[in-house]
């Protein structure tokens, strides 16, 4: 059974950082990380903000770019969300989300809250 496992998140002050990881475990082989999404309010939609395209390199929504980074361990089975100069409109519940065999799997989700 394949699972995603994210931490890192917390209430932050404005213009802080934090560090996202997610952990992929219960496959002997590595999953196909594919990035991190956000969901701000409750039931509302869940947008992407960094993903890895399939030659590798990442993109960011415009709302991060330049803020946050993406970033993966393949050895450790695990993927990083770097964010730096949070605002409090990045306050939201954050996802990671993971391929392996055209099955897509997503994390439990992790609270990051930007306030003074």
């Known amino acids: 059974q394949v699972q995603l496992v994210e931490s890192g998140g917390g209430l932050v002050q404005p213009g802080g950082s934090l560090r996202l990881a997610c952990v992929a475990s219960?496959?002997?082989?590595?999953?196909?990380?594919a990035g991190w999404y956000r969901r701000q309010a409750p039931g509302g939609r869940r947008e992407l903000i960094a993903?890895?395209?399939?030659?590798?390199?990442?993109a960011y929504a415009g709302a991060v770019k330049g803020r946050f980074t993406l970033s993966r361990d393949n050895m450790k089975n695990t993927m990083y969300l770097e964010m730096n100069s949070l605002r409090p409109e990045d306050t939201a519940a954050y996802y990671c989300?993971?391929?392996?065999?055209?099955?897509?799997?997503w994390g439990q989700g992790t609270q990051v809250t930007v306030s003074s």
């Open positions: 219960g496959s002997s082989r590595s999953i196909d990380f």
């Open positions: 993903v890895f395209s399939s030659s590798g390199d990442t």
């Open positions: 989300k993971g391929v392996l065999d055209g099955q897509v799997y």
